[in-house]
């Protein structure tokens, strides 16, 4: 069964891999670039205080900052360090077939050596997940975040650095641990503070 899974996988990693063009490759470094999460953090800080106090707005963003920060030391800590599953450029079967993302001659991107499970989705979907009742209001906002979630986790397969089953993964790690802090750690808190 796991070698059937295996086998899905690779497939669905070098279909999504080999539709590439340098264009797109471009597009996709962009989304799997950490810089881009800026303008995102300015919308997202915008359309808090279009509906919230200074207070509040200032409480859900250092509290989303909290969520990703947690989310993503237990996507390292305690899933990529202990799984170890190589990343598609580190494995010796399917890396040699991949396409890779350029930095310089001879400089593929390859990322760190363990990809499970990838971190940026895992990240995306907590911060998705714990401020979507904020956001509702603006429904053009969830779904304009929820496609950006989807681009980030598919930028890293296409970059050749995630299994799709990395960033599944780590996208429902990320959609539970929002949730969980939203609805349990945090729920209180956020009610107090208008």
Known sequence: MIEFLQRIDNSLLLRINHFNAPWLD??????????????????????????????KTSL???LALVVISLTDVISTQLFKDFFERLRPSHD??????????????????????????????ANL??????????????S?????????????????????????SDVVCGALLGFAIGWLFRRHLFAQLIQKWD
């Open 26 to 55: 471009q597009c996709m470094w962009v989304f799997s670039s950490k810089w881009i999460n800026f303008p995102l953090a300015f919308c997202i800080m915008l359309l808090l205080k279009s509906q919230f106090s200074w207070r």
């Open 60 to 62: 859900l963003f250092l």
């Open 92 to 121: 010796p079967i399917v890396g040699p077939s991949l396409h890779f993302y350029m930095l310089g001659p001879n400089n593929p991107y390859l990322g760190g050596q363990f990809g499970f499970v990838s971190s940026h989705a």
């Open 125 to 138: 979907a907590a911060l998705f997940m714990f401020l979507l009742p904020f956001l509702k209001k603006y």
């Open 140 to 164: 053009y906002a969830v779904y304009a975040l929820g496609i950006y979630v989807f681009l980030v986790a598919y930028s890293r397969v296409y970059l050749g650095v995630h299994f799709p």
